[in-house]
């Protein structure tokens, strides 16, 4: 299996998030390779400080070469259906490919979310960016344990 | 202001979650005083070895000496009403003193969740007890920021 997170983020190491973020990274790699595409440059520099539609445009783009074929797509986003550990879990189930997308401080474009496999909320309330990739990274080792009847989700 | 969060829980430093609990520690004691009480003993340990229902028991008596009349209490409970950051923003405007709950690994009497002023969601996903304590603290400081217009949490 192979899961790929690809977010609007500068990435680059952090004391508080990192050590975190290189923890779940290395548990999940016993069910699955995982690679954290932290996207963010000029063009979406510019985009954000223009206006919210074009920053979401400029996500959509940065996007785009994640959107292929073979990889099943899971976009995170607040007005879609709110999932728990086990509707999630059976999202990863018997998958070889799944790339999730989490949007930059703008959120996502309609159209961006519409053409991804699954649209997911993991509830109501607002997180920042960073602890919205552990939470994902989090769901992820849970659901990939609950799919290998590992005793870790109870 | 003062806020108290008591948990089940070992407590104890921690490589991967106390830098972060830390941080949000001390951004939050910039609007309110903050005490964190992690609750565990050898009757809570005990208990847990019995039955769920006597564990629960254990978690309610640990609490109760927290459950005072001058304080509003407010209980983490993945069955109550679910809430986003601004309804939870809502529920510490104008409070004196709050104590938030979260319950150990065999969840919380429905008696005790009863007697509690709220009772409160933040999703139906089930996250690990230390990451629900670090989304507490984040949304805490969220919630402090909007209640006092602070850009934060834009």
Not at 96 to 111: K, Q
Request: charged share 25%.
């Amino acid at each position: 299996m192979k899961i790929t997170i690809a977010t609007i983020d500068k990435g680059g190491k952090d004391k508080l998030y990192s050590p975190l973020i290189e923890h779940y990274t290395k548990i999940i790699k016993s069910y699955s390779k995982l690679d954290i595409v932290d996207i963010f440059d000029n063009k979406i520099s510019k985009a954000q400080d223009v206006s919210a539609d074009i920053a979401k445009q400029s996500y959509s783009n940065a996007f785009s070469p994640y959107m292929t074929k073979n990889t099943t797509t899971i976009v995170l986003d607040p007005s879609s259906k709110e999932v728990d550990s086990f509707d999630f879990a059976f999202l990863l189930k018997d998958r070889v490919d799944v790339t999730f997308f989490i949007g930059g401080a703008f959120g996502l474009e309609r159209g961006f979310v519409d053409q991804c496999n699954n649209a997911i909320s993991f509830g109501k309330i607002t997180l920042s960016h960073k602890l919205i990739k552990v939470v994902l990274l989090e769901q992820i080792f849970r659901g990939l344990s609950i799919n290998n009847n590992h005793p870790y989700h109870k």
